[in-house]
């Protein structure tokens, strides 16, 4: 019988299925930040539980954590109370911890592929709902909550429905200027938030074929945004080359007999999907958005849509959305002055990310109003910012590298925007308050952010290109 990719993986992970059809799932890798994870611990304490298999089990700090002076103590007393206690939590139950400076700290789901922990076949799960960016490497990778965090690390199985399925397919190649993020934005425009809902999205077709790992990392990071469960690509020779000689990785034999089941992984020719849906590469321009969910977004030529093209349902919501955006109907977000520019989080803060953005401010300077955060998703890509001298690119041009965390993603660190500002950020979610209470969010792409950090307003990069 034919099978998704997505099938394939979940029947090799069912342990048990209950009467109601709930399934009890098999998990190879738990990631634990210090967010989600202190309730879990406390629950296997007041039981006396140890974690079951710890070697599958990696803990690193990455929401409460300063981007800079982390060789200082944390001085914002709940950040610091959250790091401590991860630290703490990890060292009572025998897990792998990353804390603070050590070479493999920085966002939990940059350092995960980077590293090598993350792996084609996997099924993968943190108490984060970003997870889904493991999914680019032909992994199952999914977000859930701290009871389930608890039953992870007590049992290393999950209870769960299975999902439907949908495969989305954006046919063509990538006009000049486009990047991997605005796929992701151009899909959930049209999807919209909900599109998914219920679904593990599988990403197919020429232009996704023919990404980078860091793309498609970047692609599934946003699939959670439209809905969905999570989402994931086959893994290919992009994939392989990627991961060989990583860290933890598979070595010598145990590599060839793991390649040798990777390569399994894809959809037969005949597999069905619930659900079908196909773009064109042609009609994705770069994205901005100008809402507060990232369904809200166009290409950066285009005008806000006019109150009338909404559905009736939704206009007040959206009204809103525009108010507290300080932006009207049917205007242009093209030519708007911003304030500060991110760059970074799960989503952008790979080097392939500093490698764009760099080339683009190269030889210009910084617009002198806009202040610029640019944070690596983790040490090592600080590490290869350095020998590759894109840090002195950045420095002669005005900018200032930070270090590595999940920084201006979400208000839970001390990088916050200030009420009514403009921020471009390169991260996934703009609801309101995300990046400080009152703060604008405009998502976008490390072109599209370059491009506003240079000029001081939304620019289409491909003028600067």
């Not at 879990?40 to 140890?50: H, I, M, Q, S, V």
Request: with cysteine.
């Amino acid at each position: 019988m034919s099978k998704t990719l997505f099938e394939k993986i979940w029947e090799k992970h069912v342990v048990d299925t209950l009467a109601d059809g709930t399934i009890q799932l098999y998990i190879d890798r738990l990631y634990c930040h210090e967010v989600t994870s202190p309730q879990a611990f406390a629950g296997l304490r007041e039981r006396g539980l140890k974690a079951f298999r710890p070697q599958q089990i990696t803990c690193i700090p990455d929401h409460n954590i300063p981007t800079l002076n982390q060789d200082q103590p944390i001085q914002d007393p709940v950040s610091k109370n959250q790091v401590d206690t991860l630290e703490k939590n990890a060292k009572d139950f025998g897990l792998a911890y990353y804390g603070l400076q050590h070479p493999k700290n920085g966002i939990i789901h940059v350092v995960g592929p980077e590293t090598g922990l993350t792996q084609p076949g996997m099924t993968i799960v943190c108490g984060d709902s970003h997870t889904s960016t493991h999914g680019a490497m032909g992994a199952i990778a999914f977000g859930i909550g701290t009871s389930e965090v608890e039953m992870t690390l007590a049992t290393q199985c999950i209870m769960q429905h299975k999902p439907k399925t949908m495969r989305i397919t954006v046919d063509g190649r990538l006009k000049p200027g486009v990047t991997a993020k605005d796929i992701a934005l151009y899909i959930i425009s049209q999807m919209t938030t909900g599109g998914a809902t219920g679904c593990f999205v599988e990403y197919a077709g020429e232009s996704i074929r023919n990404t980078t790992m860091e793309d498609r990392l970047t692609i599934c990071n946003l699939s959670i945004e439209m809905g969905a469960r999570g989402g994931m690509i086959a893994p290919d020779q992009v994939t392989f080359d990627y991961l060989k000689d990583r860290e933890f990785a598979p070595r010598g034999e145990a590599w060839d007999q793991a390649l040798a089941y990777w390569r399994t992984l894809y959809t037969d020719a005949d597999a069905v999907f619930d659900k079908e849906i196909v773009f064109h590469a042609e009609d994705i321009e770069p994205m901005v958005t100008y809402g507060t969910n990232p369904g809200m977004g166009m290409g950066i030529r285009e005008n806000i849509p006019s109150l009338e093209s909404v559905d009736e349902a939704g206009r007040i919501s959206y009204e809103k959305s525009l108010e507290y955006m300080g932006f009207k109907a049917g205007e242009p977000v093209l030519g708007k002055t911003i304030d500060y520019v991110f760059l970074g989080s799960c989503t952008n803060g790979h080097i392939e990310d500093f490698r764009a953005f760099a080339s683009l401010v190269k030889g210009k300077k910084k617009a002198a109003h806009v202040v610029a955060w640019l944070v690596p998703g983790s040490w090592l890509v600080k590490k290869q910012i350095r020998a590759e001298g894109l840090d002195q690119v950045l420095a002669d041009a005005g900018f200032e590298l930070r270090q590595p965390g999940c920084s201006a993603c979400l208000a839970m660190n001390e990088d916050k925007v200030p009420a009514g500002k403009y921020a471009v950020s390169t991260s996934n979610r703009n609801f309101e308050g995300r990046q400080g209470p009152g703060a604008r969010t405009i998502l976008a792409g490390p072109l599209v952010a370059a491009a506003a950090a240079v000029t001081g307003k939304i620019t289409d990069p491909r003028e600067l290109i």
